[in-house]
T-cell receptor, first 113, second 110 residues
Framework: SAVISQKPSRDICQRGTSLTIQCQVDSQVTMMFWYRQQPGQSLTLIATANQGSEATYESGFVIDKFPISRPNLTFSTLTVSNMSPEDSSIYLC??????????FGPGTRLLVL | SQQGEEDPQALSIQEGENATMNCSYKTSINNLQWYRQNSGRGLVHLILIRSNEREKHSGRLRVTLDTSKKSSSLLITASRAADTASYFCAMDTGRRALTFGSGTRLQVQP
């Protein structure tokens, strides 16, 4: 299995500011994904982070709001820009490792005031 | 991405009883995975079942898959208080990213 860490684990931010979330994997992986989990809800895919090219965003998510970097095969960042209270969620990164299984990081719990 | 549906939304049982959760989805899949989430933390991978498999076991977990009905079930036998968590099914529809079900909140009373 893959070991995934995320920083920060939680944060409280003021509206209008931005937060960058880091995701580090202990091995090289091809596919990395970012998900959002709003309070009491299931997970929704934000984007697929591609190494060496722009991220692929899902419907309803745009690069200006959620810019993503993927500088190498073990690291990615997600920025939540110009935050509003509606962005309060848990943000999770995941990787595909081995035979189809996806492993998830511990999540970043964000509260926007 | 379109979610799958899970039922029940919430389930409360006594320790030692079995818990069954059901997942329905809408499109064809390569595999279906079940995850556990404790108190809004990260997801723990439980089991993966491929589209050509009908049943799979792992410890106290039993997963079934019926691709003709586009449904899956997760059975936890002899439940323990530590099994209290939210459980999610997640479908790999060929995009490699997962589409998640709505989740079942399981409460196991000691």
């Amino acid at each position: 299995s893959a070991v995934i860490s995320q920083k920060p684990s939680r944060d409280i931010c003021q509206r209008g500011t931005s937060l960058t979330i880091q995701c580090q994997v202990d091995s090289q992986v091809t596919m990395m994904f970012w998900y959002r989990q709003q309070p009491g809800q299931s997970l929704t895919l934000i984007a697929t982070a591609n190494q060496g090219s722009e991220a692929t965003y899902e419907s309803g998510f745009v690069i200006d709001k959620f810019p993503i970097s993927r500088p190498n095969l073990t690291f990615s960042t997600l920025t939540v820009s110009n935050m509003s209270p509606e962005d309060s969620s848990i943000y999770l990164c995941s990787v595909e490792h081995g035979q189809e299984t996806q492993y998830f990081g511990p999540g970043t719990r964000l509260l926007v005031l | 991405s379109q979610q799958g549906e899970e039922d029940p939304q919430a389930l409360s049982i006594q320790e030692g009883e079995n818990a069954t959760m059901n997942c329905s989805y809408k499109t064809s899949i390569n595999n279906l995975q079940w995850y556990r989430q404790n108190s809004g933390r990260g997801l723990v991978h439980l089991i993966l079942i491929r589209s050509n498999e009908r049943e799979k076991h792992s410890g106290r977990l039993r997963v079934t898959l019926d691709t003709s009905k586009k449904s899956s079930s997760l059975l936890i036998t002899a439940s323990r208080a530590a099994d209290t968590a939210s459980y999610f099914c997640a479908m790999d529809t060929g995009r490699r990213a997962l589409t998640f079900g709505s989740g079942t909140r399981l409460q196991v009373q000691p």
